[in-house]
């Protein structure tokens, strides 16, 4: 009984999303659009992330079950295909321990300002090492209850929120059509969920594509909804806080709940969690292809102890956060996998099968 | 030196172990035909046990024995069926064994079940399970008589899963009135029960229950391979059983479900589960069990849909009050008090501020106190053990308040959390951890140790995969045509359109090995 399972469309779409949502609740680094702009700002950077993801599953020509770290290893043979997985692997710890830094940022400077940066870094990785061991389908399950959880969560601080809502709120800010198309494509190429996609779609049925439109679809709708919500209630003061939603949910109230925050921070430590453990498997996913079988052990704890080594570098530092974010900004790891990389492997491919020709 | 010291052990050890055997029928002998060497023989086998009883008996000329285990037999029975009969009968010809063998054959001796054997170590078997046995000067074969007649407790309504509408019939020790009670439920031919022994030394009797039209021959056979691993020398509960049943024994909640009942264990076998009865225990275990099978009840079935579901929220409402409400308590009154309301939050303050300890100890205390006088009450007779409650309540309810060990809020916590315990009495084991758990993280780290603790949690239920099936279904992997029966419990027109079949479950790794599986 040990068949390698499938997830479902729902479950991989929901912990992307999730993973996804991690950039709304985290901290504000300013020159974001303002006002209406940032409401549609998410669905611009859901169709160029969905642009790049058809466009990399056309290129790698996906057979059925089979991810990226697959493809990279079967097109890119035994060094370069290796290099590359490692490569890719690294730039996704890279992103976890980044995570692990911000949510410890988060804790240490708005709920518990006189705690150890460390200790927040130590304590997410252990987990997320735990998580790790019980693999991608207990992940996606979770991902589903927490998703079920949030959708709660988001209604309840609606709710609670809805009589500061002021429409007037919501204007143009006159953004020109290129800079709002620039900041889109920043958008959508900053996160790591599109790589995340391509090194998971093999174990949903299918080829993919129906998965990728579920989640970039509903993604960009409920983040869209989110900063309806952010600029409405909070209008131009929204993008002078350093946590805008934190600032939001403080505010809310509900019948004889006086705050709204702390349903927000465990909302915020469940998804800072399964971004942390799905960006884990994913570099877990890319290194142990090019290690011999029957080495999670060792390959957990060596996933958890760099993301633990990169997060304690990063944690309470937040010129080196700024300046990472800077590199996630500039997206060289999503249009590297995305655009890149399949192209390369089109004309090797290509290269390949006319020399198998001309040897016949 | 060493070497001669640990020859001198093994030897010492081999040396006991077979003085234990020559009780072991492993070491069987096939009958000789010489009544005297058989007896001997078997004598030896029972290491001269003073409850095996032999009557030798002289009919026509005719040498023979009638060998049984005291306690095991119906007396009555074996006077009036058996010993009667045969001393009051008469051969034709003086001496004929054969005439004799061929007028027991012929069923002169009423006993329901007659068997033959051979072998001492089938004899022994058979003695053992309340048979008697005959044997005649000159034949190598015993004809076994079964004539049970051992005493044991009567049907009685389950105690762990009490009702109020359905049956109230709960499995007894010996398995097979079990069985009975479960062939009187269900009068299909598909039903098959497969008996098994386990247990090196206790040879005791397991029986594999299961529907031929609904089981998967794949999982029949992965229940048969785990029992082959149960390497134990004595089996006396289903609980030995369990970890060699189970996927993953890190598991904080059972994945190898348990009922006392049979038509809950008859539901179970219809939707293609396999149940393993063991003998000498009255609770059968159901494979595979999945987490929101903890929070169904047979009652749930007997009441109206609208009411049934609002049970099911009820107890899903209970299991999160009695896992988290202490630790969220512990830790909004301690990090967090700005969630609270005013009123509330004074009366917490003023409370804590008459008690010694810390918030998180005081919670821990008490519960550890109601966890001992709850062992205690249920250990001791009950006319003690109803003291012991009411002590208890004093102690936990008036007079710790009154001393001002503890706050009258945490009283009010703690009464609501153990009594929401109840509510799902198959996870109490599980809750019970938790809730400590969960109060540590809570008064050690405020909502970030409760929302880590929560996410380990659900890791913990969502990663477990008995039997290639996700433990979470149909909850997680979401499937809406099976969640008729999860959150709400709709009615038998809808539950009754589609049979619920494990292996077609989304997610499941043995769907498409039938027809008419399904994908997701």
Redesign the interface.
Known sequence: ?N?Q???????LGALLILSGAFRLLAQNRGGAPAGLEAVFLPLAAAGIQLLFVTVALFLLRSREGEGLADRICRYGGCLPGGLLCWLLGGWLLLAAADTAAQASFF?TSA??PQAPALF?VL??VL?GA??L???L???C??A???GAIATLAMGVIFLASAEHFQPAYLSFAGVSAGSFLGQAFSEAVRSPEPVLFLLFCGRV?GKGFGSAVLWVTVSGGIFSGAALLLWGVLGRTAGGQLFPFFTLTAIAELS????M??IY??L???IG??RITALMLGAQYCIGKTLPANRESALCILMAGSVFAGGALLAGRREWLLGLEGFFRQGWGVVFVCLILPVIFLISGKRKGKRRIADE | MFSWFERAIFRFRKKKYSAYSTCEPEESLPLTGDLTADLVSLRSLFSNSSDFIVRRLEVSGVRMAVLMCEGMINMEMLGKNVIHPITSHRLEREGDRQALLEWFRRGSLLAPDQQEVTETGDLFRFLMSGFAAILIEGEPRALMLGLQGYSFRSVAPPESEVNIRGAHEGFVEPIRINLTMIRRRVKSPKLCFELLSGGKKSKTDLCIVYMTDAALPRLVDEVRRRLKTADLDIILDSGYLTPFLEDDSGSLFPTVGVTERPDTLCAKINEGRIALLVDGTPYALILPWFFPENFQSLDDYCYRPLYAAFIRGLKYLSFLVTVLLPGIYVGAATFHPEILPPVLLYNIASAEDTTPFPLMLEAILIHLIYEIMREAGLRLPRAVGHAVSIVGALVIGDAAVTAGIIGSPMVMVVALTTVSSFVVPSLYESVTVLRFGFILLGGLFGFYGIGVGLFLLMMNICGQTPYGIPYTAPLSPFDSGEMRDVLLRMGWKRLGKRQLRVQRMVGSELMGEEKGGRME
């Open positions: 009984m068949a399972q499938k997830i479902s469309r729902g479950q804790l709920v518990f927040f304590t997410m987990a735990y998580a061991r019980k693999g389908e207990g992940l399950r979770t589903a209850l927490v049925k004889v709940f006086r705050r925050d702390a921070m465990g915020w430590i469940l969690l399964l």
